[in-house]
């Protein structure tokens, strides 16, 4: 099997049941910025030395996945093969490590520099990929159905973020 099909050479591609549409279409610009959040995910990981945050973010590269899977169908048409379930998209297990996190800092009393360390840095990067992934599926939202799961994930995981870094900077 070749990695290349050349059927996007035209500026098409194919959901995952078949339609095709422009690559700027709405849709998978929003599976393609959680793709995004994803890759600056699996950043973290390979570089945070702290094994059980090593097993949080690989969890959520899961769950991404399965945000990207709903994304790039067309909800309009069957799928020929049944989707992962959005019931694993877990935003309680993500306030539960955000309160984890969060209990162990000072009281946050202004705004935070986002830097200071590279890691801490790569957190802020992820976070602002993680909003901006918010803001193209509000858009998304306004065209087709995109489930709530899908929202309230993504918009607990921009705070999980947030504290991440400041987790790790101490702040």
């Known amino acids: 099997m070749n990695i290349y099909t050349k059927t996007g050479d035209s500026g098409t591609t194919a959901l995952l049941n078949g339609t095709r549409v422009p690559k700027n279409h709405i849709r998978v610009e929003s599976y393609g910025t959680i793709d995004e959040l994803n890759a600056h995910i699996a950043l973290l990981e390979a570089v945070i030395d702290d094994d059980a945050l090593k097993k949080e973010l690989h969890a959520i590269q899961d769950n991404l996945f399965i945000i990207q899977t709903h994304l790039a169908v067309d909800s309009s048409k069957p799928c020929s ?72 994930y993504t918009n607990r995981l921009s705070d999980y973020l947030f504290v991440l870094g400041r987790y790790i900077k101490n702040e």
């Not at 909003?131 to 509000?138: C, S, T, Y």
């Open 81 to 152: 093969f049944e989707l992962p379930d959005l019931q694993n998209l877990n935003e309680k297990k993500l306030e539960q490590q955000i309160d984890s996190m969060d209990e162990k800092l000072p009281k946050l009393r202004s705004f935070v520099y986002l830097g200071g360390h590279p890691i801490v840095a790569q957190c802020h990067i992820a976070r602002c990929v993680c909003r901006r992934a918010e803001r193209v599926l509000v858009t998304l939202s306004e065209k087709e159905t995109v489930d709530e799961r899908i929202f309230s």
